[in-house]
């Protein structure tokens, strides 16, 4: 069974940092692309960062040099790590795995308090 599971969410003051992971189990193929999308309430659905099997990143305007997508030593895993975060970073955080197929997480919530 697959399953995308992420954690990591949690409530922050502005200025922290956190560190978001994803597991895609249950799946024999590596990804081609794994990535991290957000939704901020009453907002659409947007990609935050991407890592592809070769190790290319690419990164949202509004997160370069703030938000480093990685993978894990573990198959089908990635991080996001989250720094300088602002108010404006809080939405719940999905993860994304292309590959043998489009999976996807249910989220895991990110509050940025001013």
């Known amino acids: 069974q697959v399953q995308v599971m992420e954690s990591g969410g949690d409530l922050v003051q502005a200025g922290g940092s956190l560190r978001l992971s994803c597991e895609a189990s249950?799946?024999?193929?590596?990804?081609?692309?794994m990535g991290w999308y957000r939704q901020a309430p009453g907002k659409q659905r947007e990609r935050v960062a991407q890592i592809t099997s070769g190790g290319r990143t690419n990164y949202a305007d509004s997160v370069k040099g703030r938000f480093t997508i990685s993978r894990g030593s573990a198959k089908n895993t990635v991080y996001l790590q989250m720094n300088t975060l602002k108010p404006e970073d809080t939405a719940v955080y999905y993860c994304?795995?292309?590959?043998?197929?489009?999976?996807w997480g249910k989220g895991t919530p990110v509050t940025v308090s001013s």
């Open positions: 994304n795995y292309l590959g043998s197929g489009n999976y």
């Open positions: 249950g799946i024999s193929f590596s990804f081609t692309v």
